[in-house]
């Protein structure tokens, strides 16, 4: 189970004991990461109805937490319900007082200081036969007495559940806007960029509401086999290479390619990129080029071939020579996983907190649980990005040991259908308890049908879609705003791939959609219900076309309610019939929805309502729901 | 999890790797009870789809099995895959075929006597330069070699799964028909009648077809605080007592009550029975009156009040002076639960193999799996029905820890919604997996509202539901087929209860509805469908008072379809749209319903047809349905 910092842990039990026997139960907790972890904290649970019970506690610190369930019967409460039966029912209770004040004078026992004095002194009270019955009953039944007793119970034959773990992550581990950008192509045109040339394209990608900076691999790129453009298997002089082609003369996975600058240049340009909000995340691809040191230092962490040859990557019939996977399995394996565990504490060292990491799916669950453990053991706020495009249960395993956050089939839903179905999925089940979707409309692997030749209505709305579905969203740019939509003929990819070349993008470009993502981002900054997908709801609306769906805020009730017309080439026009309990309407009163996005705003009366989405103007509409016009100052501070 | 014998259980489990390697799996299994329980037995997993595998085992044997998973990657299938997709791709395979010969080679080490001969054959032969490569090709893609390769896998990095355990228990188990009777009205007009005078009834009870008789307590009654009639605190000369005030100076749990005969009775009473099908079941009832021997003997094993009386059963503001319930938690409580335990082994002593236990859920849930669990180790044969009128919960822990089957809230139920809802919890969670229903339209105990001053048409009605709603069901008689409607005002209980006093039932009555009930169990007898609860689907209709429901075998395909008017007090008509597919009904055809109750014959076409029902008549329809008339002949076994 996963939460983020300030959340608040909702634990539900089932507490069940023969008989009619009051219970009494606890929610005992600790954060595993403090010091001196052996101090426990307890919260009382309270019964919902039917034997389950509920109680709830503040995550206050990243990082494991360590929770379990203590239970028992309550002897006094049991005691005390009977007997307000008796009285009701005006039966002789004496020999009930004699048993009530051995009861009191048993948790006496259990109490300490001036609490066990009191309660001694209490039972004598209760016991004494020269007081008048009444007076003695009023002293037993009264309340205090009765929360007292609970907290003294007798413990010592109560049932503790298994200890359960909930991870606590920083809040960026759920509502995290990120951009994909490389460096290389920040330069001059047909130049290799440098650090210093992307230092400028900051303040670009800060303005547009960005707050994760993605570097695809910075280190030095193997010069064998590489690859050249358009994936060709061989290059042409000038070529770059694939940066995922890890490792050459220069060195490894904690050298910077020298075209890129030194360390000191990586550290100048981390440090400006926070100045504009923005935190740089690294892509770690643990695979190795036939140049990187690793090939020549520890031929025993590759496999061999029969013909004494390392064995390349391969995906039978496709084979990839630019690179060695490694053994994970190899006999001094140990060694080859602290060394590629050190990897990330280099880059940690160097104030690095979000990995992105590239197909862990082909490496053994055991060493990323191990290797994520050790990382967040010594830096707890680390961010792991899977880049897992693979089986859903295999994605699923990732997150349980440890991933944060995860790569999705977003980019191949395109449906109202497949969004209903998919993001249920994701927000409405077990699933959401563990699995963080990051939503990407593209990356440099990926163009998808819905984008290709492509024109500006799909590229706002996919990007809607995405930062609204979900609350961890990214995109691959300038590539996205500027709306590259031509294909690799035959293929998911773009034509003349930046993985293999360097492009001169036209940021200034008059048709970017970098203002819609700008106000898209704002709209997610200022709206909290945008920062959770637990809330997500979808409503009915009578053409296919049209997905509708809200997000609600927990703690102000706000709502963000989001209709986006799939069909990017057409208007389309459809009822749509509002859930008003999810958005927390009374349905008495007209309210008003203001476009976000157009600035347009409409008074609404009642659950249906007309939309109409012409994507020439734009594809969507994300409302901000009055709830009602009479309380508009309660909204102020939104505007 | 239980099952019953004859069953197969179906296992489904996740397997996931990383990357794209081949599983394998099995299921392995034991029979817990057999000797020399070492024995594992395994079965192979196959792939259903998304990383989901399924297989499946017939449990041969009642008592406990145990089962766990087993998964593995299987080395030379990932090999071979990628092999075929290398040759189909035109590749030089020279170096795999060398790669494939040692993997070979290392399956013929873990095989053994001629398979490992003949494995250490295959792999010189791939191996072997001097053939050519497409006959060393054909000779490694071999489907056999894949096969014993497989039975071969290396399994030394196996993972495995924790064990699980199914409870597989007799038939009856799930498929049961419950008579309550009580021996002591069995005898002439006034007098106690003995189990001599019971044996007379036998075939009376048989000839309506049930096939347990369940008896209330035999053993001999307390006289101190003795109940009167109708429940009066203080008895009449000559009043019997109720039979769950067990134990007087004749004797306790062990004992027969002297007017009803002693153990020889007993015993030819339990065998004429067996002679006509009907199975003995005792009522087991953990509690003593202040006659019972143990009260003198072990007043250590009851609670006392502090004026030094023995505390008697209380549910506040009623007591029950004569009735003294067990201190579980006493000082000595281990002999107290060895003794209850005797209790239950010397009736299975006496071959009595059902016990239906008297309020479970007031003594502890871990007396019960331990004395469950011991008794059913010594007679794995044993059922024990639960007397638990409780919470939900508490009843679902009853039946988790050992109770084979249970009373349910069936008496409650009366509308279309309440038993929609309530059947399909218990029929399709989790729910049935552990959860055995008994359902029981009345009980000494529970005259419900349904059945107060209700005519016929209640009785029959509510019978057919009991029987075909649930596989195990039952009555207590001869009040029910006489209609007995009376109850004591303001009570859901019989007037003038059979448990205070000696009844003079006129089971000869023209208007007993025995000979509907003979009917109704025979029509359970002879359809497999009924004598299950896992198939049982509803179907809509459009008039709220009528229900109608199906159940299928698995086997045969057959179906039951059952139609209730639950307004058993007008003729009600309304159209039922069938679910064609929970039938296995094609659709294209007519087909023929033919209500086993009325003997009618209807030529239904397509979903929807009309049924009427006047309760005057008979309230309900159980229809069997003929999928094709053309194939009548097929269902002749039935007539």
């Known amino acids: 189970v996963k939460r983020e910092l300030g959340d608040s842990l909702r634990v539900e039990a089932d507490l069940v004991a023969d008989g009619h026997d009051r219970l009494g139960g606890v929610v005992r907790f600790r954060d595993d990461g403090k010091e001196g972890k052996k101090e426990w904290t307890e919260v009382p649970l309270t019964v919902v109805e039917n034997d389950r019970w509920r109680s709830e506690f503040e995550l206050e610190a990243i990082g494991p937490w360590t929770f379990f369930i203590e239970a028992w019967v309550d002897d006094f409460a049991t005691f005390r319900h009977s007997l307000i039966r008796r009285v009701e029912a005006g039966q002789d209770v004496t020999i009930e007082l004699v048993i009530g004040a051995d009861l009191v004078r048993d948790t006496a026992g259990r109490a300490e200081g001036e609490e066990a004095l009191s309660l001694a002194d209490t039972a004598d009270r209760i016991g004494d036969e020269t007081t008048a019955i009444p007076e003695r009953l009023k002293i037993i039944l009264d309340e205090k007495l009765l929360e007292l007793a609970a907290r003294h119970a007798d413990r010592t034959r109560a049932s503790r559940s298994e200890p359960l773990r909930v991870q606590v992550d920083r809040v960026k581990a759920r509502f995290s806007t990120w951009y994909e950008m490389f460096p290389r192509s920040c330069g001059p045109a047909g130049k290799h960029g440098t650090f210093r040339d992307a230092e400028a394209r900051l303040p670009y990608v800060a303005s547009m509401g960005f707050d994760v900076l993605y570097l695809p691999p910075i280190h030095p790129i193997g010069v064998s086999h590489r690859k050249g453009r358009n994936n060709a298997t061989s290059c042409e002089e000038g070529d770059p290479g694939s940066c995922w082609a890890v490792g050459a003369d220069e060195g490894g996975h904690k050298a910077i390619h020298p075209s890129l600058g030194n360390l000191a240049d990586f550290r100048h340009f981390v440090s400006a990129a926070a100045d504009v909000g923005l935190e740089v995340a690294l892509d770690i691809a643990f695979q190795a080029s036939p140049d990187h040191p690793y090939v020549r230092e520890h031929p025993e962490w590759f496999r061999h071939r029969p013909d004494g040859s390392i064995q390349y990557a391969e995906n039978p019939p496709k084979k990839y020579q630019d690179i060695f996977p490694f053994d994970f399995e190899c006999t001094r394996h140990l060694e080859l996983w602290e060394e590629l565990l050190s990897v990330f504490l280099f880059w940690a060292n160097e104030g690095i907190r979000i990995f992105r990491v590239d197909n862990p799916h082909t490496k053994p669950l055991p060493f990323w649980e191990w290797c994520i453990g050790r990382v967040t053991s010594a830096h707890p706020d680390t961010i792991f990005l899977a880049e897992a495009f693979t089986r859903p249960k295999l994605m699923y395993a990732l997150a349980k040991l440890g991933f944060t956050q995860s790569y999705t089939y977003f980019s191949w839903r395109n449906s109202k259908e497949e969004f209903t179905e998919y993001l249920t999925h994701l927000t409405g089940t077990e699933t959401a308890e563990f699995f963080r979707p990051n939503f990407w409309p593209n990356t440099p692997d990926i163009l998808p049908e819905n984008l290709q030749f492509a024109g ?74 945008l920062q959770h997908n637990r809330t997500l709801v979808f409503h009915e609306t009578d053409n296919p076309h049209l997905l509708c769906y809200s997000k609600r805020d927990d703690q102000d009730g706000s709502s963000i309610l989001v209709v986006v017309n799939l069909d990017f080439d057409h208007p389309q026009v459809g009822s749509l019939t509002m859930n008003f309990r999810a958005l927390g309407i009374d349905g008495e009163r007209a309210f008003q929805v203001h476009d976000l996005l157009s600035d347009a705003r409409f008074l609404w009366h009642g659950q249906k309502n007309t939309v109409a989405l012409d994507p020439e103007i734009i594809p969507a509409h994300v409302f901000r729901i009055r709830h009602s016009l009479r309380k508009e100052q309660d909204f102020e501070y939104f505007l």
Chains 1, 2 share one sequence.
């Open 456 to 529: 500006r209505a799909a590229f706002i709305g996919r990007l809607v879609l995405a930062a609204t579905l979900s609350s961890s969203y990214g995109i691959y740019g300038p590539a996205y705003e500027l709306m590259d939509n031509t294909p690799r003929k035959g293929a998911e990819e773009y034509v003349d791939n930046e993985k293999y070349e360097i492009k001169n993008w036209k940021i200034e470009e008059a048709d970017s959609i970098s203002g819609v993502i700008s106000r898209i981002n704002r709209i997610r900054k200022q709206n909290r219900s």
